[in-house]
Structures are given as structure tokens and as C-alpha cells.
């Protein structure tokens, strides 16, 4: 699945690509940004958050969480 993200240095917006995958039992996403390791995204408790020991910008997390968010509306 491609999703848009609102790029935080530049604003402008870049489309992503996210590969569903499966993180204990519940549904997650691969999420491939620009520049940076594929990293892990899961929803628990209403909340998506990074689940990879991986050290991300909080301001990329942030974005992608946001693009997350508009794929629920």
C-alpha cells in the first residue's frame, strides 16, 4: 500500500510505501521512508507507535503516525 506523508523538513508531501505484516498476533505495517531502515508500525491502545529497536527523527515518526491516522477516517 502507498501512503502520503507530509514531509517534516520540507513540508511537502511524499508518497510511502507500507507491507502489512503480523507482530504478535496483531496486525502491523512495514513502513519504508526515505533515508532511514524500514521500520515497524503497530496500533495498540488506540495509539500507533514504532515497535523496532530502531532510533527514528521523532518528526518522521510523527508524520507517518499522522498518515496512519488518515487511513482510519
Do not use: C, H
Not at 7 to 31: D, L, M, V
Request: glycine fraction near 6%; charged fraction near 20%; charge should be negative.
Amino acid at each position: 500500500m502507498t501512503i502520503t506523508v507530509r514531509e517534516p523538513g520540507t513540508k511537502a508531501f511524499i508518497n510511502i510505501n507500507a507491507y502489512p505484516e503480523e507482530y504478535k498476533n496483531s496486525p502491523a505495517w512495514r513502513i519504508q521512508y526515505p533515508g532511514i531502515q524500514p521500520i515497524l508500525m503497530i496500533k495498540q491502545g488506540g495509539k500507533w507507535i514504532v515497535t523496532d529497536n530502531t532510533t527514528i527523527n521523532i518528526e518522521v515518526a510523527e508524520a507517518v503516525v499522522e498518515a496512519m491516522k488518515q487511513l482510519e477516517d
